[in-house]
């Protein structure tokens, strides 16, 4: 029989993507350690060929499919590259992409197999730092880095200020969704304050 990726209709392009489906569906099914290569190329289903020709080992397979978790946010022209417009409004429609962002339905349970996982396997949370938060905060940091150019920042160092308002608008939002218990905050008021913090009245 020829191998699944090679039958005739087949078409190569769907390829990468399907491969990346198969290893989230089972990554979040078997988690990390319980899903090998070889089972990804059966629900795939690809030739094993195919599938280390586009991804070396299971690390560079997991990194694929946290990219494709983020890649709809952090590869999205989300933030103003320049202080045009209220800084207010593009703080609270960027706040509302973070949300659609977790509201995706693997976002949460990845993170919550890398926070489960990485004690064992570190190369988790690196790929999960290195495509998806470093990204985004690199992101905000920068448009905090045009508003501190003109006086309208509220600290002088604009990455921590990057990290300090995700983690005003996290904390109260976000972990509860992760560790799966209601968020006790009203949204708008959560968003406000962050806001507050961040920005000099002028």
Do not use: N
């Not at 209709?9 to 090998?36: H, K, M, N, Q, W």
């Not at 990804?40 to 946290?66: C, D, M, N």
């Not at 320049?82 to 429609?93: F, K, N, Q, S």
Request: hydrophobic share 45%; glycine share 6%.
């Amino acid at each position: 029989m020829a191998p699944a990726d090679a039958r005739p209709g087949r078409d190569r392009r769907t390829t990468v993507p399907r491969i990346r489906a198969a290893a989230r569906r089972l990554f979040l099914e078997r988690g990390y350690e319980g899903t090998s290569m070889d089972a990804v190329a059966a629900a795939a289903p690809v030739s094993k060929r195919t599938l280390y020709q586009h991804f070396p080992g299971k690390a560079e397979l997991f990194a694929a499919v946290i990219d494709d978790a983020w890649s709809h946010f952090t590869r999205a022209p989300i933030l103003p590259g320049d202080t045009a417009g209220d800084p207010r409004a593009v703080l609270r429609a960027y706040v509302g992409r973070l949300t659609e962002h977790w509201e995706r339905p693997d976002v949460v349970p990845l993170l919550r197999l890398v926070i489960a996982e990485a004690p064992r396997f570190p190369e988790l949370s690196q790929a999960y730092f290195a495509v998806g938060k470093e990204p985004a905060l690199k992101g905000l940091g920068a448009y905090f880095a045009t508003l501190a150019a003109e006086g309208r920042l509220a600290t002088s160092d604009p990455q921590l200020a990057a990290a300090q308002f995700l983690g005003a608008i996290k904390e109260p939002l976000f972990w509860p969704r992760v560790l799966g218990v209601p968020v006790a905050f009203d949204v708008s008021t959560a968003v406000e304050r962050a806001i507050d913090g961040v920005l000099k009245d002028r």
